[in-house]
């Protein structure tokens, strides 16, 4: 895992050097631009003087970091345009000091200048500007920008320059993730250590590439740090994978039982059920109505169908639970929820089960979660239980707006987790899970193409298989949705993502564990 940092976090450690290790702010501005200018001349070995570079700066110390780029760029022989947006006056201790050095540095450079900002129309100046850097306000943006940062940044927005954010993209906060408008970075060179906002909600959508650059505080101090939010990497994902022992039989690789489908929504049923076996389970048994058993019989591939009675009724009800008692006992997890439909008697039925299987592991997805919305779910154990709605099912399973749930996606999905020992595996882009013990892990695989029908009724059931496989729940979950989104980004290398679709990713997992596999077999011999 890759931790993740606060702003509180590194404003400490800004502090801690400067106060503890008397290392002058100035320094850490200085270290901090010549690693960004480093960064640049990896990125783009192309760069040459017939390249306009543009730097966008504020009057905090983001924008001292713009004039220390700005000097390194032109001392190197490129030609750069400095856009300020307010009086030196204004400016922080470090910033002006920088300022100053950089204002007697251009009036000896030819091809480079400062423009001070004072309406839209200064900004036509940066238009051919191959590079465009933001370094306007840093870690400070709160709230909506105002003008002009809001003009200035809705405008470069349109340009086609190539953009860049120090530290964060202008607009965004961190503490949220949320921001109107934000600065529309293709990379974000972000300072000291990698910052949670940056990775979900407005940040993944805004950051683009994300590269850490370096100010001078050592990995050891940020080692010593309380860390609650993490990204998954490959071998996080690695070490979930199911195992199959070498006496293994059908039985004791994973059972799973999947309570899905209805005469209205039969189709998610079937992705959820052949996903269990697809993603290694031995076996895997599909609970169905009755009246309907033909349309699940030609849909499955090895899954088997257990009907149960539903006078043509189509839907699931309590008097199956009693029904499905062996098969219920007989499972080492239960997937419930995808096309069940929301009936009155579905809703019974699956409070009925939940409060009588509270000590089994079960993932709870899609109708299941509508049966628990609106605090419902706090008459409930769900301990041992995974649930895995997106934005809009897990704010109506709180009972607020998805607009208040979108400005703190990590409060609310860490203050569910604690009070109900539950996991939760909160669909999106990106996907995150959070733990009982209150972690958020923010998984780095996936792409737009997985916006379509079924994607979710596919990873209901992959967690389902991995979980029937694995004792350790965290583990199966993280590796189950690493997984799901590492497949549809392995299809990318065939087709487009406009071309990736359910079936595609739900055939191709046993391909995906594979590769996983096969990657870090090369890396332990």
Known sequence: MIPLYSTDHVRKADHYVVEKLNIPSIALMENASRSIFQIVLEKFPELNRNHLIGILCGSGNNGGDGFVLARHLINNGFNVKVLVISKATNFSKDAKINFIILKELIRRATGSSIVQYRSQRDLTKFRDCYIIFDALLGTGSKGKLR??????????????????????????????????????????????????????GKGYVYSGEIEKGYIGIGDEYFSKLNVENYLIEPEDAFIGLPVKKLDV???????????????????????????VINSGSGASILAFPKSIKLLAQSKLKSSVVA????????????QNIQELKDRLDWADCI????????????????????????????????????????NEYKKFKLNYKVLTPHHGEFAQLLGIEIAELQNDILGYGKKFVKETGAYLALKGSPTMIFSPSGEALINTTG???????????????????????????????????????????????????????????????PHTIKFLEDSFAQIID
């Open 147 to 200: 003008e002009p940062l809001r003009s200035i940044v809705s405008s470069v927005n349109d340009f086609d320059s190539y953009r860049i954010a120090i530290d964060v993209p202008t607009g965004l906060d961190l503490d949220s993730s949320s921001g109107d408008p934000i600065f529309n970075a293709d990379l974000t060179i972000t300072l000291a250590e990698l910052k949670s906002g940056l990775f979900y």
């Open 447 to 509: 792409n737009p193409g997985m916006a379509t029908f079924g994607s979710g009724d596919i990873l209901t059931g992959i967690i389902a298989s991995f979980i029937s496989q694995n004792k350790i729940i965290e583990e199966a979950v993280v590796s189950a949705v690493y997984v799901h989104s590492l497949t549809a980004d392995l299809l990318l290398q065939e087709v487009s993502e406009i071309g990736i679709n359910a079936d595609l990713i739900m055939n191709n997992i």
């Open 335 to 374: 997937a419930i929820g995808p096309g069940l439909g929301r009936d009155a008697k579905t809703v019974k039925a699956l409070h009925v089960l939940l409060k009588k299987y509270s000590s089994k592991r079960i993932v709870i997805d899609a109708d299941a979660i509508f049966a628990l919305s609106n």
């Open 307 to 318: 009907a149960y009675e539903d006078d043509s009724s189509e839907i699931f009800r309590e």
């Open 249 to 275: 039989h059908k039985y004791s690789s994973g059972k799973v039982l999947t309570i899905a489908g209805s005469g209205s929504l039969p189709g998610a049923a079937f992705y959820t059920a052949n996903s």
